[in-house]
């Protein structure tokens, strides 16, 4: 699989990596954001993939510069390569605040740790280029410090764990109702509550969205499967909803 383009206008692009994933690990996407020959990298992923990723990385940069690490929770698919980039690049890196005493477990160096920097439970923004990126809270989805990310120019929101799938072969959903059994179980059990589902889909309804981007699986593109994900989510009992399931028999 090659780099996938999935917007480019002018000096504006938005790029899947290829899954560089292999053996037991779960499969993960890594997108990059390019404007202005500057960029951020979201969800970098771990040890297996730093190299490849890196790689790639700095190959659609070309002579540009990596200014921000976007991450938007502490999982290991996530951050656990971190130390890497920020030793290899003068990017900054962004978290919940929640995570910034957290995230250095996984090895961060003393002089690369001020550049770990938190994000406020309400989001805010990112400057790439000449762009603003909307940060969007999706906390409990499923981690309790949890963004997404929204880049305007493209109308792509890059979603994180919400609307993960797995197992399936192909890039873009097109018949949702046979998608279902590749992320129905992973939201039930790892999504907090049809609570925190409706407060997240509330929100980013706010946004002109064309494209909804996973970390993991398959991507919703055109408005019609953009709403018919939001709908399905807003009305899915997972997490909480079913507490007394998971504990079994006294």
């Not at 990385?57 to 996530?78: M, N, R, V, Y």
């Not at 880049?151 to 949702?176: H, N, R, W």
Request: glycine share 10%.
């Amino acid at each position: 699989m090659k780099t996938t383009t999935l917007f480019e206008q002018g000096g504006h692009r938005n790029l899947l990596l290829p899954d560089y994933g292999e053996g037991a690990a779960v499969q993960a996407n890594q997108h990059l954001i390019i404007d202005s020959g500057k960029g951020v990298i979201l969800d970098p992923g771990g040890h297996k993939v730093y190299s490849k990723v890196l790689s790639e990385t700095f190959a659609q940069l070309g002579g540009g510069k990596l200014e921000h690490i976007f991450l938007s929770h502490q999982d290991p698919d996530i951050v656990a390569a971190l130390n890497g980039w920020l030793m290899t690049t003068d990017a900054t890196a962004w978290a919940s605040q929640l995570w910034t005493r957290f995230i250095p477990h996984f090895g961060l160096d003393r002089l690369v740790t001020e550049r770990l920097k938190g994000l406020p439970d309400f989001g805010g923004t990112l400057t790439v280029g000449s762009v603003t990126l909307q940060v969007v809270p999706a906390h409990f989805l499923h981690s309790c410090g949890n963004f997404h990310l929204y880049d305007p120019v493209s109308k792509i929101l890059y979603s994180g764990d919400m609307g993960a799938s797995l197992g399936q072969d192909y890039l873009e959903v097109t018949d949702f109702d046979a998608h279902l059994r590749f992320m129905e179980f992973f939201h039930r059990r790892y999504m907090a509550s049809k609570v925190a589902m409706q407060a997240w889909a509330k929100r980013v309804r706010k946004l002109d969205i064309e494209l909804i981007a996973p970390q993991h699986g398959a991507l919703f593109r055109g408005k019609p499967m953009v709403e018919r994900f939001l709908s399905w989510a807003e009305q899915l009992e997972c997490g909480l909803d079913h507490l007394e399931t998971l504990y079994g028999p006294p």
